[in-house]
Nanobody, 127 residues
């Protein structure tokens, strides 16, 4: 019922910035928690950031706090991840995902609760 498409990835020099976009078709984000995850070669997919609309709350992995910002534009059905001060270890495929809005507690970092995923966009940081 909802499809997510990421864009905005690419090659960036260490210290630079990118803005990743995730456009949803079919529905708005009003009743969802939106998350960003990333996966590097040979690594597990890990939590990066999430935005819980119902609480107006954002959450970040310790590794990206102060550098990454998640936001959304409801009118455009789009969620963004602003990626600043990138480091080589930020190199990964970045995925956006949506979780049903009825979850409670600290669920946002668990990839298992997200039931809709985009195809991913590659971010490569040169060093």
């Amino acid at each position: 019922q909802v499809q997510l498409v990421e864009s905005g990835g690419g090659l960036v020099q260490a210290g630079g910035s990118l803005r990743l976009s995730c456009v949803a078709s079919g529905r708005t984000f009003d009743h969802y928690t939106m998350g960003w995850f990333r996966q590097a070669p040979g690594e597990e997919r890990e939590f990066v950031a999430a935005f819980k609309w119902s609480a107006g709350s954002t959450f970040y992995a310790d590794s990206v706090k102060g550098r990454f910002t998640i936001s959304r534009d409801n009118a455009k059905n789009t969620v963004y991840l602003q990626v600043n001060s990138v480091k080589p270890e930020d190199t990964a495929v970045y995925y956006c995902a949506a979780a049903p809005g009825y979850y409670t507690g600290s669920y946002y970092y668990k990839k298992e609760v997200y039931d809709t995923w985009g195809q991913g966009t590659q971010v490569t940081v040169s060093s």
